[in-house]
Nanobody, 114 residues
Framework: EVQLQASGGGLVQPGGSLRLSCAAS????????MSWIRQAPGKGPEWVSAINSGGGTTYYTDSVKGRFTISRDNAKNTLYLQMNNLKPEDAAVYYC???????WGQGTQVTVSS
């Protein structure tokens, strides 16, 4: 059974940082491209970032470029999202996903507020 468990969310002030983690199990993590998706209250899902299976190629939506960094540790079956200079509009539930699949893990809430 595919399991994707995100963690690391919380309340942070504008300009602050958070590091999200996603523990993956039930599939061969290192064989799959992965991504982060977020969903704010009352809005549809928004793709945030993706990384190829080897970790050498990354992609970002324009609104987070230069602020967020996606990475992975295939030995630990873990996906990360380092988020710096957070803005109120980054507030959402963040989910890690197997890229292009219907597998969404349990999300983690990010709140950005002073």
């Amino acid at each position: 059974e595919v399991q994707l468990q995100a963690s690391g969310g919380g309340l942070v002030q504008p300009g602050g940082s958070l590091r999200l983690s996603c523990a993956a199990s039930g599939f061969t993590f290192g064989n799959y491209d992965m991504s982060w998706i977020r969903q704010a209250p009352g809005k549809g899902p928004e793709w945030v970032s993706a990384i190829n299976s080897g970790g050498g190629t990354t992609y970002y939506t324009d609104s987070v470029k230069g602020r967020f960094t996606i990475s992975r540790d295939n030995a630990k079956n873990t996906l990360y999202l380092q988020m710096n200079n957070l803005k109120p509009e980054d507030a959402a539930v963040y989910y890690c996903t197997i890229y292009g699949s219907a597998y969404w893990g349990q999300g983690t809430q990010v709140t950005v507020s002073s």
